[in-house]
């Protein structure tokens, strides 16, 4: 099934505490994406990449890292979260400027 | 830079009715794309349409349709006949063509479809 996967789903950390949420499509997309959503400002893009080792700043690219290694995989890295960066985070696919395959998001809370 | 606005926060409607979504676009480029996704409850995001900036045709998919109006920079999403599985959150997104993975998405429009 074609797909894009993120984990975890669900995740509760303190400030500071380094993670990685990580995002894998097996669609062979050569575009992926991060978004984090947060109320009343729709959907915002944090880092974008158009190929493996290619990556560029979304709008609201401060605090997060993103690295493209392979082309399936596309993780976010979080070197030292602060509780602005609680949000709901999806991360997308596609082929080129088309439909954006979006993964099932993961709710991240820092405290 | 790119900006998209959705001035609508929140819509609800009686099944039946027939809804208009709008989204009001800024950009400086000649060529770009224009997209809509849909966030039902659930929280996925599907995909709806996708136009070029050539291409003002109106589109019409089932009760959706969408009117392209480059003269003002809109490109509005109406529901014909609403129905209470249409109640979701929608968004109108923005990319130039240059930069094909750099979308800028509106701050959606709740749509509530009562029965």
């Known amino acids: 099934e074609a797909q894009v996967t993120q984990n975890p789903r669900y995740l509760i950390t303190v400030t500071g505490k380094k993670l990685t949420v990580t995002c894998s499509q097996n669609m062979n997309h050569e575009y992926m994406s991060w978004y984090r959503q947060d109320p009343g400002l729709g959907l915002r893009q944090i880092y974008y990449s158009m190929n493996v080792e290619v990556t560029d700043k979304g709008d609201v690219p401060e605090g997060y890292k993103v690295s493209r290694k392979e082309k399936r995989n596309f993780p976010l890295i979080l070197e030292s979260p602060s509780p602005n960066q609680t949000s709901l985070y999806f991360c997308?696919?596609?082929?080129?400027?088309?439909?954006?395959?979006f993964g099932p998001g993961t709710r991240l809370t820092v405290l | 830079a790119q900006k998209v606005t959705q001035a609508q926060t929140e819509i609800s409607v009686v099944e039946k009715e027939d809804v208009t979504l709008d989204c009001v676009y800024e950009?400086?480029?000649?060529?770009?794309?224009l997209f809509w996704y849909k966030q039902p409850p659930s929280g996925e995001l599907v995909f709806l349409i996708r136009r070029n900036s050539f291409d003002e045709q109106n589109e019409i998919s089932g009760r959706y349709s969408w009117n392209f109006q480059k003269s003002t920079s809109s490109f509005n999403f109406t529901i014909t006949a609403s129905q209470v599985v249409d109640s979701a959150v929608y968004f109108c997104a923005l990319t130039p063509m240059e930069y094909g993975n750099k979308l800028v998405f509106g701050a959606g429009t709740i749509l509530r479809v009562k029965s």
């Open positions: 997308a696919s596609s082929w080129g400027v088309d439909e954006q395959f």
């Open positions: 950009t400086r480029d000649t060529t770009y794309y």
